[in-house]
């Protein structure tokens, strides 16, 4: 497995008590699986994600990524590790308005260290995985809606994950953009051999998934078939 989560409780201060967002949690997600995850605002899909990223430190149980327990790192080698094994496809994309469509993915492989030359060639490798090789020059104001969340999917493929981590990709696109994107995110995730983790809340995109987990008071049900 790529990715394990085994047995992890989450719990964050709540007055004078202590507020359980996930409840002994475990999820394992394979190489080249899309596992789509559901519930309801504030049934911890959130937080599951915030753990599996190694952002924030359960109360209990272990997050393994590529063979590593992650809670036997130091803080800079789980942000390396982040670097080096995980992306993360945020909601909103985020891009830099100054920094063409080339250059958002560039950004992201130099401060791992990379190349220039590999750099370059790998970002226009994945801005045409991602239909956008004749918008490499393109800055977001000139893409639309779609096209910058399209960069945003490229941009956390850049230092060649094996963890994927998305969340709501669909959520400002309309059904027809939303579903070329999740399209694109089950493709990738094939092709690619990514562990990827889908949080979305429109249950029109789950076929595309491998399998469906719920998330509900922080507990997660067994998988079901999309």
Same mark, same amino acid.
């Given at each position: &497995?790529? +990715?394990?989560?085994?047995?992890?409780?989450?719990?964050?201060?709540?007055?004078?008590?202590?507020?359980? !967002?996930?409840?002994?949690?475990?999820?394992?997600?394979?190489?080249?699986?899309?596992?789509?995850?559901?519930?309801?605002?504030?049934?911890?899909?959130?937080?599951?994600? !915030?753990?599996?990223?190694?952002?924030?430190?359960?109360?209990?149980?272990?997050?393994?990524?590529?063979?590593?327990?992650?809670?036997?790192?130091?803080?800079?080698?789980?942000?390396?590790?982040? !670097?080096?094994?995980?992306?993360?496809?945020?909601?909103?994309?985020?891009?830099?308005?100054?920094?063409?469509?080339?250059?958002?993915?560039?950004? &992201?492989?130099?401060?791992?260290?990379?190349?220039?030359?590999?750099?370059?060639?790998?970002?226009?490798?994945?801005?045409?995985?991602?239909?956008?090789?004749?918008?490499?020059?393109?800055?977001?104001?000139?893409?639309?809606?779609?096209?910058?969340?399209?960069?945003?999917?490229?941009?956390?493929? &850049?230092?060649?994950?094996?963890?994927?981590?998305?969340?709501?990709?669909?959520? !400002?696109?309309?059904?027809?953009?939303?579903?070329?994107? &999740?399209?694109?995110?089950?493709?990738?995730?094939?092709?690619?051999?990514?562990?990827?983790?889908?949080?979305?809340?429109?249950?029109?995109? +789950?076929?595309?998934?491998?399998?469906?987990?719920?998330?509900?008071?922080?507990?997660?049900?067994?998988?079901?078939?999309?």
């Amino acid at each position: &497995m790529t +990715l394990v989560l085994d047995d992890i409780t989450l719990t964050y201060p709540d007055g004078g008590g202590r507020l359980t !967002a996930l409840d002994s949690v475990s999820l394992e997600v394979p190489a080249g699986c899309l596992t789509a995850v559901v519930g309801p605002s504030g049934s911890g899909k959130s937080s599951l994600l !915030a753990v599996a990223a190694t952002l924030v430190t359960p109360d209990r149980g272990r997050v393994l990524v590529a063979g590593t327990d992650t809670g036997t790192l130091s803080p800079a080698a789980r942000a390396q590790l982040r !670097a080096e094994h995980i992306g993360i496809v945020f909601q909103q994309p985020h891009l830099l308005p100054s920094l063409t469509a080339l250059e958002q993915l560039q950004v &992201m492989a130099h401060l791992a260290g990379r190349r220039p030359k590999e750099v370059r060639e790998r970002a226009r490798d994945l801005l045409g995985a991602v239909g956008l090789a004749d918008r490499a020059a393109a800055r977001p104001h000139q893409l639309s809606g779609g096209q910058r969340q399209r960069v945003n999917i490229a941009r956390a493929l &850049m230092n060649e994950p094996s963890v994927l981590l998305v969340d709501e990709p669909t959520s !400002a696109l309309d059904h027809e953009r939303g579903a070329a994107v &999740m399209d694109l995110i089950a493709g990738l995730t094939a092709e690619r051999g990514t562990a990827t983790v889908l949080v979305t809340h429109d249950r029109a995109h +789950l076929a595309r998934a491998a399998r469906t987990v719920t998330v509900h008071d922080g507990r997660l049900t067994a998988p079901v078939s999309a």
